[in-house]
């Protein structure tokens, strides 16, 4: 019965999941081993009294980025690199150009920019939830997000796309 479950909720937000881990790593293996992670944990941790399951499959999801991230930068005293380069296996997802184009653009983000938009666009997570999995106030991702549109249009123009 649980399994039933599990995989319908892993076949209706593994995609957004996924998205949402390539928006903080960059890395198409890591993305996927998160995913897998957060599925487990957030199926395992979710109560009757929790939050819906998209919103803790997220917040499972960016804590263990985090959490990797930490442990990363501890063993290597490196510093975790901002900048993907640009021949990495998400842009072979990207089968349009357009959609490249706005990967790319999204990759000049800031983090938390980049984080509202995959989450409240490839997520589909609205924005009051979005500000509660990063930790923001409504007012503030609200704002940030706007901002983050504007810098994303921008960006798309210098790119040569019109929006």
Same mark, same amino acid.
């Given at each position: 019965?649980?399994?039933? $479950?599990?995989?319908?909720?892993?076949?209706?937000?593994?995609?957004?999941? =996924?998205?949402?881990?390539?928006?903080?790593?960059?890395?198409?293996?890591?993305?996927?081993?998160? !995913?897998? /992670?957060?599925?487990?944990?957030?199926?395992?941790?979710?109560?009757?009294?929790?939050?819906? %399951?998209? %919103?803790? =499959?997220?917040? !499972?999801?960016?804590?263990?980025?985090?959490?990797?991230?930490?442990?990363?930068? %501890?063993?290597?005293?490196?510093?975790i690199p901002?900048?993907?380069?640009?021949?990495?296996?998400?842009? &072979?997802?990207?089968?349009?150009?357009?959609?490249?184009?706005?990967?790319?653009?999204?990759?000049?983000?800031? @983090? $938390? /920019?980049?984080? =509202?938009?995959?989450l409240h666009?490839?997520? &589909?997570?609205? !924005?009051?939830? &979005?500000? /509660?999995?990063?930790?923001?106030?409504?007012?503030?991702?609200?704002?940030?997000?706007?901002? &983050?549109? $504007?810098?994303?249009?921008?960006?798309? /123009?210098?790119? @040569?796309?019109? $929006?």
């Amino acid at each position: 019965m649980h399994e039933d $479950i599990l995989e319908k909720l892993y076949r209706q937000y593994y995609s957004a999941a =996924l998205l949402y881990a390539l928006s903080l790593c960059r890395d198409r293996h890591l993305a996927e081993e998160l !995913v897998q /992670e957060s599925f487990v944990r957030a199926f395992l941790s979710l109560g009757d009294d929790a939050p819906s %399951f998209p %919103f803790w =499959l997220m917040k !499972v999801c960016r804590n263990l980025y985090y959490d990797h991230a930490r442990r990363q930068k %501890f063993l290597t005293d490196t510093p975790i690199p901002e900048q993907a380069d640009t021949a990495t296996p998400e842009s &072979a997802l990207l089968a349009k150009e357009e959609t490249a184009a706005l990967f790319r653009a999204m990759e000049q983000l800031e @983090g $938390i /920019e980049r984080e =509202l938009i995959a989450l409240h666009y490839f997520a &589909a997570r609205p !924005v009051q939830e &979005a500000a /509660e999995i990063l930790g923001l106030p409504y007012a503030a991702a609200r704002q940030r997000l706007r901002r &983050a549109r $504007i810098r994303l249009r921008k960006l798309m /123009e210098e790119d @040569g796309y019109e $929006i």
